[in-house]
């Protein structure tokens, strides 16, 4: 038997917005200079159909710089003298040039068994390592176990409350990451699998953020889940995307590419240096009134601490836990 669940109505175009009409998004509306502040007020959203997650720099960070982790391990333990400096380098370059070569973390190649063989390689290859020395294996094996694990990150500090408090809200909450299968194992470690019902990854996807075909694959699966499950557009309909939201801290990956997607984007800024929050700050000074503002409303510091809503489907945060502001609930 099949049961279609209806979803009560959600769409923003009955939202009233009190938009300004001194303000408007030109021709190249992605661009900071470009971008005037639509809204900062007490009106809210509609509860969300979904909110996505990015992973990492949005959920959890390095407990300090990656390639200070690598050579804490291969220096302490194996005795290898390469400097976190040059690892820092040769990392970098060694990513690409493996993403040019064997795309998705190698899935599809023969002698990529899983992703976590192509992390082996990379440390083969960032390190010269002999393929033929038996202690390669144990130090591939050391530095891909520590990496999807709790030894290597921290969940930022607003997580935790964020996800508690929109779970007591009843909101449906799934991630979406361009990443492989180890950030399941990530999530697991970090014991915040459950706050998520699905965990989307590029892996599996084989394609991407910003790539719309990613978020509308997404959109998809939850159209089906919560409306009907015999949907089988390539995007869901207009009423229920303006009900979709994706968080993270990538400018390009996350936040237009949600945007374009049809989506809202929410750009997670907790160190203030996105153009986005500069222009905030700025636009708090009385002698600031262009780019952000919009002309006459005179916000003071003080009101200054909440998302910053920069249209309809638009936020810059500051913290995480500003998200549970956004919504009627």
Known sequence: MIFT???????????????????????????AENTRMIRESEKKFPKP??????LFG?????????????????????????????????????????????????KGVAHFENSDAWWRELVIRVYGLSRKDPK???????LVNHF??????????????????????GVTMVTSSNSDTRAIKILESLK????????????????GKPKKSFFDAIAVNEYRVQIDNRYRGPTPPGDYLSGCWHVG?????????????????????????S????????????????????????????????PLILANNRVVLSRLTQLLQLYNW
Request: some cysteine.
């Open 148 to 169: 999807t694990s709790n030894e290597a990150y921290d969940v930022y500090d607003d997580v935790i409350p964020t996800l508690k408090g929109l779970r007591e809200k």
């Open 249 to 273: 801290d990538s400018h390009a990956k996350d936040f237009v590419g949600a945007i374009r997607a049809g989506w809202n984007g929410i750009l997670v800024d907790r160190d203030g240096t």
């Open 275 to 306: 153009e986005l929050s500069t222009g905030k700050k700025r636009q708090n000074k009385s002698t600031y009134d262009a780019c952000y503002m919009s002309q006459g409303l005179g916000k003071k510091e003080e009101d200054s601490d909440g």
């Open 5 to 31: 669940l209806k979803a009560p109505t959600q769409s923003l175009k009955s939202f009233n917005r009190s938009v300004s009409t001194q303000s408007h998004l030109i021709s190249q509306p992605f661009n």
């Open 192 to 207: 915040l699998k459950d706050y998520f019902t699905s965990v989307n990854l590029s892996y599996d996807y084989e394609v």
């Open 49 to 54: 159909n979904f909110i996505s997650f990015d």
């Open 58 to 106: 949005t959920i959890y960070k390095p407990k300090i710089p990656v390639p200070e982790q690598y050579h804490q391990i291969t220096s302490s333990e194996f005795g290898i003298s390469k400097t976190a400096e040059s690892i820092r380098h040769d990392f970098a370059k060694t990513y690409e040039e493996l993403q040019d070569e064997f795309p998705n973390y190698g």
């Open 136 to 142: 390669t294996k144990e130090i591939c094996d050391r």
